[in-house]
């Protein structure tokens, strides 16, 4: 072995170019580097206190690549050989700048678009989109089958779009790339669809026309000896009973006696044919109250008996001292109701004049007479006059001194 002068190297000194040095080591029990060494300087192998050498178990500790995106077409670009996953971000001062990520297998040659997962969701991408400011989250890249990644600028407008590489070292599987959150989405062929109207599937469309050979599922019941009452509420589906014998239960609401109370809504009485009664004069009976079940009534011919008088019929009559403006003779009868006159009587005292009934006041002209002094009018419609809804009967009439009106009729939509 050659003798080299003055071989050895200070510890703490910095290193001197051509001198080969004598590797030592020293203890030490505490971690990091001893006191006193910088970069660039001579270190020693470093000993634990059982005598064995400190080795670096913590990934290695790779700076970060920055470059700029100044115009379309730029591209900022890493040697990723050693690296396993990759960390990108931008920052700085632009405007409506997109860019695409892309990879190569063979130093830069040729390249092609790979995708990454933003950092603060499960959305993957294979361009920014256009930015026009520094994003809220970064992307990922698993790269350890790349030799080289780079962004390339596809869309630019004004600024400087500074980006930050920073590579990894664990030997990490590729960054998941994320799924759907929530619905996942099923694509497929079905073989047979469930076609309205299909002789070979059960659903048949509404009022479709029923084949022969029409297949389908048939109602469901339930056996109940007894019938029961159900615990589903109005509006609820519920299954039909059925007896052990197979019959469907149903509800026979049945008849009501004569004269017998009608809970109206959920009864109905059923009446089977009339009653005759002699035509001799005598009442012919009335039920105990409004509302009960009354039997039809007919002569022993068979004619039935009807009641010609209107349920809700009225009368009304006014004199008058002098003539009268507008004059309310028949009140308005209500909402959606209208007054129906079928019979109006006049009569005049001593000074002849001009009597007229009006569809409400100073309304439109209904009916008009020009009685002769003690003179006057009856008459019944063979068709009622109807008036406006809800409108009133008025008179107005001029030159006339006592006068009196009779009017009848009824009340109905």
Not at 381 to 405: E, Y
Request: hydrophobic share 40%; charged share 10%.
């Amino acid at each position: 072995m050659s003798y080299q002068p003055n071989a050895n190297q200070d510890q703490g000194a910095v290193y001197t170019p051509g001198k080969v040095g004598i590797a030592g080591g020293v203890r030490q029990d505490a971690s990091g580097a001893p006191s006193g060494v910088v970069d660039g300087d001579v270190h020693p192998f470093i000993f634990n206190s059982d005598g064995r050498l400190k080795v670096v178990t913590q990934p290695a500790q790779i700076p970060a690549t920055v470059d700029n995106i100044t115009s379309n077409g730029d591209t900022v670009s890493i040697d990723v050989t050693l690296f396993s996953n990759l960390t990108i971000h931008c920052t700085g001062t632009f405007s409506t700048v997109n860019v695409t990520f892309e990879a190569s297998i063979n130093g830069g040659t040729n390249w092609f678009t790979v995708q990454g997962v933003r950092s603060n969701a499960n959305t993957v991408e294979t361009t920014t989109g256009n930015l026009s400011a520094a994003p809220a989250y970064a992307w990922e890249f698993s790269v350890n089958a790349y030799t080289n990644f780079r962004v390339r600028a596809t869309a630019f407008a004004s600024g400087t779009q500074v980006w930050t590489f920073q590579p990894g070292t664990y030997a990490t599987e590729p960054i998941p790339a994320v799924q759907v959150t929530g619905t996942q989405p099923v694509s497929g062929t079905v073989a047979t669809t469930m076609a309205a109207n299909a002789t070979t599937t059960p659903v048949k469309a509404r009022d479709g026309v029923a084949g022969a050979s029409d297949t389908a599922i048939p109602p469901l019941f339930v056996r109940r000896d007894t019938p029961t009452a159900v615990t589903p509420i109005a509006g609820d589906y519920e299954f039909a009973q059925i007896s052990a014998n197979g019959e469907q239960w149903v509800r026979s609401i049945g008849e009501v006696a004569d004269d017998a109370a009608v809970t109206l809504g959920t009864q109905r009485a059923i009446m089977n044919g009339a009653v005759a009664v002699s035509m001799d004069g005598t009442d012919p009976l009335a039920v105990s109250a409004e509302g009960d079940a009354a039997l039809l009534r007919s002569d022993p011919n068979r004619i039935l008996l009807v009641n010609q008088t209107h349920p809700r019929f009225f009368r009304a009559a006014v004199d008058y001292a002098s003539a009268q403006t507008n004059a309310t003779v028949v009140a308005a009868p209500g909402v959606g109701l209208s007054l129906y006159i079928t019979d109006i009587i006049i009569s005049n005292g001593a000074t002849a004049g001009n009597i007229t009934l009006l569809d409400g006041s100073g309304g439109s002209l209904l009916f008009e007479i020009y009685p002769a002094v003690n003179g006057g009018v009856a008459h019944s419609f063979r068709n009622p006059i109807k008036l406006t809804a809800n409108t009133l009967l008025a008179c107005t009439s001029t030159t006339v001194t006592t006068h009196a009106i009779t009017v009848t009729g009824y009340i109905a939509a």
